[in-house]
């Protein structure tokens, strides 16, 4: 499997509050990814990272901003959270940006009261 | 319209049974495709890629038609272990690497 792991794994917090979560990779892989994955929608592209400092948003990014310092860490921030953002978040990692694989973290869930 | 559509299902199959899904999508200029496959509450995990010749992965059989924009998916001889959700996944512009994904078809294998 490859090394990804996302912390949080659960959190709960309140409307309006921030929020940060946390992918990072061991693979050195240059592309990495952060997805919401929501019943009757499948998975959506938030925000992308083709590089260190590099990001370009998805199909759903507003509400949500990211950051990429180092290779292995790929943040992403909910400013002020609510609820239409509670949701399962996957992060993935790629070697290329061509094709169409790539490696999944286990996922945070995310739940906004 | 969805840029990808599935059947949700649930397909429910005995074991032994042969089952297959289909996707289409909407974008005729989409460059690559591809299955994934996602356990429940787990992360999702590429399955095969698809393409145009049609390709083979044991029991596993994917088919691309670019004319009628369709891609499918044949499971033969199912097993308990290939309940799961299949997910379609199709690469628009091939460089990238934003893909778009089908909310995916449920499949349960029963004994």
């Known amino acids: 499997d490859a090394g990804i792991t996302q912390s949080p794994r659960h959190k709960v917090t309140e409307t309006g509050t921030p929020v940060t979560l946390r992918c990072h990779q061991t693979e050195n892989h240059r592309y990495m990814y952060w997805y919401r994955q929501d019943p009757g929608h499948g998975l959506r592209l938030i925000h992308y990272s083709y590089g260190v400092k590099d990001t370009d948003k998805g199909e759903v990014s507003d509400g949500y901003s990211v950051s990429r310092s180092k290779t292995e860490d790929f943040l992403l921030t909910l400013e002020s959270a609510t609820s239409s953002q509670t949701s399962v978040y996957f992060c993935?990692?790629?070697?290329?940006?061509?094709?169409?694989?790539?490696?999944f973290g286990p996922g945070t869930r995310l739940t906004v009261t | 319209r969805k840029e990808v559509e599935q059947d949700p299902g649930p397909f429910n199959v005995p074991e032994g049974a042969t089952v297959a899904f289909n996707c289409t999508y909407s974008?005729?200029?989409?460059?690559?495709f591809f299955w994934y496959r996602q356990d429940c509450r787990k992360e999702p995990k590429l399955l095969m890629s698809v393409y145009s010749s049609g390709n083979e992965d044991g029991r596993f059989t994917a088919q691309l038609n670019r004319a009628s924009q369709y891609i499918s998916l044949l499971i033969r001889d199912s097993k308990l272990s290939d309940s799961a959700t299949y997910l379609c996944?199709?690469?628009?512009?091939?460089?990238?690497?934003?893909?778009?994904f089908g909310q995916g078809t449920t499949l349960q294998v029963k004994p």
């Open positions: 993935a990692i790629s070697e290329s940006n061509f094709g169409g694989e790539q490696y």
């Open positions: 996944v199709v690469n628009p512009s091939g460089n990238t690497g934003k893909l778009i």
């Open positions: 974008n005729s200029a989409s460059q690559s």
